[in-house]
T-cell receptor, first 111, second 116 residues
Framework: KQEVTQIPAALSVPEGENLVLNCSFT??????LQWFRQDPGKGLTSLLL?????REQTSGRLNASLDKSSGRSTLYIAASQPGDSATYLCAVTGANSKLTFGKGITLSVRP | GAGVSQSPRYKVAKRGQDVALRCDPISGHVSLFWYQQALGQGPEFLTYFQNEAQLDKSGLPSDRFFAERPEGSVSTLKIQRTQQEDSAVYLC??????????????FGPGTRLTVL
């Protein structure tokens, strides 16, 4: 059974800092890996999707990498801003089409 | 265009009551998914439809949970005889074609169910 782990559960940083969020998964047989953002009381917004054949994806200040063989992904956020405060969830898509999520990392960026 | 919508946004039920949660996916999206998110946890898969066919219901926690998508568009998740452990946010997501490919899932805002 696929398990996705995100550590730590919460992170607080000052504005402007570059930061790395980590995700690990146990079964490397995945179609893709996604990073989502969740704001309180709202649904999930997809930030980046990395296909299993890819190594990384970039969007603005966000960069996500994937090392499928070791079961790891990182989300890099450059020059963090208070508006980046949210919960970040990592999820993998398996052969059965469903997403398996980690518990998320709650990020707080202090002004 | 409109995103995925869910109704109601909030539902309070007394233990033992039946509830019905609605999902309107993005128009034309073939795949539809339901997830359950308990407080402080990541979403967990419940069930998956491709058009009107329910292809996977392995995540439904008990036979009190039932989902349908009769015309391949709107879906309803029904929970019978609700229990306190059913309290969670129920998320619906849709995807244009088959998941497990290049297509991401687009999520609705969720329905927060509280069972007293």
């Amino acid at each position: 059974k696929q398990e996705v782990t995100q550590i730590p559960a919460a992170l607080s940083v000052p504005e402007g800092e570059n930061l790395v969020l980590n995700c690990s998964f146990t079964d490397s047989a995945i179609y893709n890996l996604q990073w989502f953002r969740q704001d309180p009381g709202k649904g999930l917004t997809s930030l980046l999707l990395i296909q299993s054949s890819q190594r990384e994806q970039t969007s603005g200040r966000l960069n996500a990498s994937l090392d499928k063989s070791s079961g790891r992904s990182t989300l890099y956020i450059a020059a963090s801003q208070p508006g980046d405060s949210a919960t970040y969830l990592c999820a993998v898509t398996g052969a059965n089409s469903k997403l398996t999520f980690g518990k998320g990392i709650t990020l707080s960026v202090r002004p | 265009g409109a995103g995925v919508s869910q109704s109601p946004r909030y539902k309070v039920a007394k233990r033992g009551q039946d509830v019905a949660l609605r999902c309107d996916p993005i128009s034309g999206h073939v795949s539809l998914f339901w997830y359950q998110q308990a407080l402080g946890q990541g979403p967990e898969f419940l069930t998956y439809f491709q058009n009107e066919a329910q292809l996977d219901k392995s995540g439904l926690p008990s036979d009190r949970f039932f989902a349908e998508r009769p015309e391949g568009s709107v879906s309803t998740l029904k929970i019978q005889r609700t229990q306190q452990e059913d309290s969670a946010v129920y998320l619906c997501a849709s995807s244009p074609l088959f998941s497990g490919s290049a297509y991401t899932q687009y999520f609705g805002p969720g329905t927060r169910l509280t069972v007293l």
